[in-house]
């Protein structure tokens, strides 16, 4: 055999090799993140559940779903550990110091720049009182000089 009919095995052997690493390095992120669970940390179901840890035990979890309703969870079934800005925010919709982050206007009346005299320079999007008239006049049909006007 020469080398031009080993090469497609050896790059899908390759490809196949370098698919099954990097999923088994996503598999052990997962496994390292849900074993950083502690009593009180803020997690984040597959289902999309919010929940905080009360007790964590070999392979399950049990969470407060809400305050005095506790539910127990498989640790497969964690999605997420959230840090406590981000899982106070989410919840609680408390929000963490942002003096970095640029203050954006309610509305759009900072997009505009004001002239000299302190009023913002208007465009005229509407119609004028004349050209109104003129366009009703030119949607009547025109009378030919067989046609009487009663019915």
């Known amino acids: 055999m020469d080398i031009v ?4 095995f050896v790059v899908l052997i390759g490809a196949m090799f ?4 990097s999923a088994k390095k996503k598999q052990q992120q997962a496994v390292n993140m849900r074993n950083s669970m502690t009593p ?3 997690i984040r179901t597959i289902g999309g559940m919010y929940a905080t840890v009360k007790e964590v035990h070999d392979e399950s979890v049990l969470l407060e779903v809400a305050p005095g309703v506790h539910a127990i969870y498989a640790k497969n079934a964690i999605g997420a550990v959230l840090d406590d800005e981000e899982y106070n925010r989410i ?3 408390v929000e963490g110091d942002e003096s970095d982050a640029p203050v954006v206007p309610d509305d759009a009346s900072s997009l505009t720049k004001d002239d000299e005299d302190g009023d913002a320079a208007r465009i005229d999007l509407g119609k ?4 109104a008239d003129q366009d009703a006049a030119d949607a009547t049909p025109k009378k030919t000089d067989g046609e009487s006007d009663t019915k």
């Open 91 to 93: 919840i609680h919709g």
């Open 18 to 21: 370098l698919m099954t690493r």
């Open 40 to 42: 009180g940390s803020g």
């Open 5 to 8: 009919t080993l090469l497609p």
């Open 128 to 131: 004028k009182a004349d050209d």
